[in-house]
């Protein structure tokens, strides 16, 4: 095979990073992106509701909002898909709501959502949880400059000598509204992870609310600018069970046949990737096998039982703990800036019987998968470029799991694939069985 020569190229995986990578590959080779579900975009899924008066209002259900400064990558694309003029600015407050101890306060919702409780202006611990946010910004910054946070350390361990409502009134609540997670998850999380993000977003800086953005009709916009402007195939519906790599070329075989292509990019979830494999190496199995999911039901209603009934303290994030659970909730209404008079909210962790929901105003129910970044995961991720890097190499891997799971990760990793195998595209492939 002589450079030049183009490739037949599989995508496996209709989520920003499968789309990442097929539009650059798209540019040299033949490109089919293979979808399991029945659309494109992953955790980009806009749905149509109700508006209240009879029009259809799109609302995003993951996916939320953006930035040029955290998203170059993303914004570029969306810049070559003709599609970044139809976005507006998001809004990025946060309310934190403890019934269990009476305290509440908003941050970005102005003066009346921090001082929406005025015993707080009396309270030791709210004062003394300011104090150590500016504490911790400092020594975070420092210890991140200077390498000093070990990779197994928890943000837990980190925060030990911290007050209670200050990691779990606080930090904890946004960082499990950071990541989608409940909130189990997040203080056995590496505080390397939490903290490195939350610099790189400025939360430690305190200016974390500059230039978000959000799209004007949902996060379908651009998804639907991929479909038009791709070059290749798209096959929805059409979920892979294996992937053999065989003579120098990638068999895949569905539920009701098989095709061989050059070379495939598997751009699922580290989990389903290495279950397709059915040859997998050791190396693959333990990068891979680092990466756990959480399965993370979230309910799209209009109950606003899930939030204060202080509408001060609405903002675009809600924690709230009562009973000893803290449940977050998305206001949809100031996230995307919705045209509509009725409240929508999202939910995470919401059963279909959740008490909190009211039947006749929940809307849909949806399941997604979040990468829990552990010691292993984070350990496991330096070692993903080199399973990209191998001579020879048929199959590559793509997936926000490379980063902190977000979009901007996303793309970042698609891309990166896309460019590991135009490198090796035309190396001598390594020495396996033929293809029968």
């Not at 798209?26 to 509701?49: M, P």
């Not at 925060?159 to 189990?184: D, E, N, T």
Request: net charge positive; charged share 20%; proline share 5%.
């Amino acid at each position: 095979m002589a450079p030049g020569t183009r490739l037949r190229v599989a995508v496996v995986g209709g989520g920003i990073s499968g789309m990442a990578a097929a539009r650059d590959l798209a540019r040299h080779h033949d490109v089919t992106l293979f979808e399991g579900g029945a659309r494109l975009g992953g955790h980009a899924h806009a749905v149509e509701v109700d508006d209240g008066a009879g029009r259809p209002l799109w609302v995003d259900t993951a996916f939320l909002i953006y930035n040029a400064r955290h998203y170059p990558r993303f914004c570029q694309m969306l810049g070559e898909l003709g599609v970044d003029a139809q976005t507006q600015r998001a809004d990025m407050s946060a309310s934190f709501v403890d019934d269990d101890v009476n305290m509440r306060f908003a941050l970005l919702r102005g003066a009346g959502g921090f001082a929406a409780q005025k015993r707080n202006f009396v309270r030791p611990a709210f004062y003394r949880m300011f104090a150590e946010l500016l504490l911790l910004r400092r020594r975070a910054r420092r210890d991140l400059q200077e390498r000093r946070i070990a990779p197994s350390t928890t943000i837990d361990e980190y925060l030990a000598g911290y007050s209670a409502p200050f990691r779990h009134q606080l930090v904890y609540p946004l960082a499990s509204a950071i990541w989608s997670l409940p909130g189990r998850h997040i203080a056995q999380y590496p505080a390397l992870a939490i903290l490195g993000f939350f610099e790189n977003h400025g939360l430690l800086g305190g200016h974390s609310g500059d230039a978000w953005r959000t799209f004007v009709g949902g996060s379908v916009v651009y998804v639907d600018a991929f479909r038009r402007a791709f070059p290749g195939a798209i096959r929805l519906d059409a979920p892979v069970r294996k992937v053999h790599r065989l003579g120098g070329a990638v068999q895949l075989s569905f539920g009701d046949g098989s095709a061989v292509f050059d070379r495939v990019v598997l751009a699922t979830h580290a989990d389903r990737s290495l279950a397709m494999l059915g040859d997998a190496s050791e190396q693959e199995r333990r990068v891979l096998g680092a990466f756990s999911y959480n399965q993370t039901r979230i309910a799209l209603h209009r109950d606003p039982r899930v939030v204060h009934r202080d509408r001060r303290l609405w903002a675009s994030w809600n924690a709230t703990t009562r009973g000893g659970r803290t449940r977050i909730a998305y206001y949809l209404n100031r996230v995307q800036s919705l045209p509509t008079p009725r409240d929508w909210f999202l939910t995470l962790d919401a059963d279909d019987d959740d008490p909190e929901i009211a039947p006749h105003l929940r809307e849909r129910t949806f399941s997604y998968r979040h990468p829990i970044f552990d010691a292993a995961a984070v350990s496991a991720q330096r070692d993903l470029p080199a399973l990209n890097a191998r001579p020879g190499a048929l199959t590559f891997f793509a997936g926000a799991y490379a980063g902190h799971g977000f979009h901007e990760d996303g793309v970042v990793a698609g891309q990166a694939a896309a460019a590991a195998l135009e490198r090796t595209a035309f190396a001598r492939p390594l020495e396996l069985p033929t293809l029968q």
